[in-house]
């Protein structure tokens, strides 16, 4: 990737990362009161300072941060249930873990690797939440319909 191409894919993160904290402040609104939505409140404040890394890192690259936002909170809430919005929400999470690992194998700034290091870790710890919460309710929702 030259330069250009790596201000391109963090324009593209950016753009994703935006819709992300749209995604949170979504999935919070109907959540009642507790860990539950505690998590999800983290999810919506990690996206936000994703959104933070990213400008940095663009801009540490000579590049001007996109004000764009991709579809994805769209998407998310066109689907009816909760499950399903949680699981697509990790897989997104994921989509951006492996957009992080593609600039992590390029030479990128110091400062901009370690945070961008940081972000993938914290999409990884997240994704994992979101498979237990789904598997949980399924696990639930299967209980429910056999007793
Ligand atoms: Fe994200």
Request: hydrophobic residues 40%; aromatic residues 4%.
């Amino acid at each position: 990737m030259d330069t250009q191409e790596k201000i391109a894919a963090l324009n593209e993160l950016l753009e994703a990362e935006r819709a992300g904290v749209e995604v949170g402040t979504l999935l919070k609104k109907n959540a009642p009161k507790g860990y539950f939505r505690n998590y999800l409140l983290k999810i919506e404040a990690d996206e936000a300072v994703s959104c933070a890394v990213i400008e940095r890192g663009v801009r540490a690259l000579g590049g001007e941060p996109s004000k764009g936002q991709n579809d994805f909170a769209e998407k998310v809430a066109a689907l009816p249930t909760l499950i399903e919005r949680l699981d697509l929400l990790a897989r997104g999470q994921w989509w951006v873990v492996k957009r992080i690992d593609k600039l992590l194998a390029e030479e990128i700034p110091a400062e901009v690797r370690s945070e961008l290091e940081e972000m993938r870790h914290e999409h990884v710890v997240n994704v994992d939440w979101c498979n237990e919460q789904v598997a949980e309710m399924k696990a639930e929702a299967e209980e429910t319909a056999t007793t």
